[in-house]
């Protein structure tokens, strides 16, 4: 056993010990006055700056309002510390898995990077910024986090393709999600390609998030990917119950020799649900991005309700042109919708790089306008310097023949 796995166990016994108020020696505990004499009454009083009524009864009344009082606001104390002090223990204890956890990520890279001599060829490329400007990669969920971590200060890649269109080894959702995290401080990459990995809800979440701070990336392709889709794993007892197909299956494994695994893992796949959570982040997340132009999502799982949520999303947006939404199911109504909203944004777009064109132009004239001016001007001081320095050369003929004259005299 490890440092970390004591620490944890030792934090994991922390909590579970957590007595309850009332077991708690350090639980505040309510004072009563009717146990006090007179005079042990008149010296509380006089020790919270209160003064004796002379009676008894009253004074034992006034302590206990008092006393009450302290207790409730002990308590209130007792419990922000107590809350506090739990808060703090969960959140070490957070951290530390999450320390674990990058650890585990780490070894399960550099392992699968001591087997795959090319890509660490690459990664030593990409990370001196040596690499070609297009490049495509075809890597699985491990080697993709590696390739991500090289990502953010890489400036050689202007295209990069994960694309899985074989479905071979996708990268899957969570490596999704890690890579959307890191692209997102990436300056240089302007075309993306993710098509057919996997990628579901939480990874078309974190685009989503990565568009907001990326500002380079102009083409997004993430095509043939379920990102309204959630799978479920069931237990292996429920996808036999549940799937009549897989017990015909089961009888007939000796003749077909299909194992019993891939008929599990074939029932456990088509336990699916929808999920617009993603798309619905998406949408929100291309409101607030203006740099974004193409955008596919050919064959993606959209359906009907999703498509009307990415074309409300669609609205706010002006830099997105281009569209591809072959596939996704949505409706005719939802169709027309994006199209005007991609006519608008091309008119608009159109009309910023006519009066670009237009300023462009305009600065040209004046630059060309600046040099003719400066080329006057330098040509006039020559001429002037040419004038005086002609004058000089007169003057001191002049002096000369002068001097002449006197020295023959």
């Known amino acids: 056993m490890d440092e970390q796995d004591l620490e944890e166990q030792n934090l994991l016994r922390e909590l579970e010990q957590e007595q309850e108020e009332e077991d708690d020696h350090n639980f505040p505990r309510l004072h009563n006055a009717d146990e006090f004499s007179h005079h042990r009454i008149t010296e509380e009083l006089n020790m919270r700056d209160k003064e004796s009524s002379g009676f008894v009864d009253e004074d034992r009344t006034a302590l206990n309002k008092i006393f009450q009082v302290e207790y409730e606001n002990a308590i209130a104390e007792y419990r922000a510390k107590k809350k506090k002090e739990l808060e703090e223990k969960q959140q070490k204890l957070e951290d530390l898995r999450q320390r674990r956890e990058r650890e585990r ?32 990669l075809s890597v699985d969920p491990i080697l993709v986090r590696a390739v991500a971590r090289t990502l953010v200060d890489c400036s050689s890649i202007i295209s990069l393709d994960i694309s899985d269109r074989a479905h071979k080894n996708p990268i899957g959702d969570e490596s999704g999600v890690f890579l959307a995290k890191h692209l997102a401080s990436n300056r240089c990459i302007k075309k993306l390609d993710l098509s057919c990995n996997d990628i579901g809800p939480k990874s078309i979440t974190a685009l989503g998030d990565m568009l907001e701070e990326n500002k380079s990336l102009k083409t997004l392709i993430i095509d043939e990917n379920p990102i309204c889709l959630v799978f479920n794993t069931p237990s292996k007892e429920t996808a036999l119950k549940g799937n009549n197909a897989i017990k ?37 997340s291309i409101m607030r991005n203006n740099s974004l132009i193409v955008l596919s999502l050919n064959g993606c799982t959209l359906t009907e309700e999703g498509g009307e949520i990415l074309a409300d999303g669609l609205n706010d947006n002006n830099s997105i042109v281009v569209m591809n939404i072959r596939n996704t199911s949505c409706s005719t109504k939802t169709l027309i919708h994006i199209k005007k909203t991609l006519d608008r944004n091309l008119e608009k777009r159109s009309i910023i790089e006519e009066t670009i064109r237009r300023e462009e132009e305009k600065l040209a004239v004046l630059a060309q306008q600046d040099m003719l001016e400066k080329e006057r001007i330098e040509e006039e001081k020559r001429l002037n310097e040419w004038v005086e320095e002609m004058k000089y050369k007169r003057c001191q003929n002049k002096l000369n023949f002068i001097q002449e004259e006197k020295e023959q005299d």
């Open 248 to 284: 015909n299956a089961s009888l007939a494994s000796d003749s077909k020799h299909v194992s019993l695994e891939q008929k599990l893992e074939s029932g456990m796949k088509q336990h699916q649900t929808l999920d617009f959570s993603g798309i619905t982040s998406f949408a929100d």
């Open 105 to 136: 990520l780490l070894k399960e890279e550099q392992l699968a990077l001591s087997k795959n001599a090319i890509l660490q060829h690459w990664l030593k490329l990409a990370r001196g910024n040596q690499t070609p400007s297009d490049i495509r």
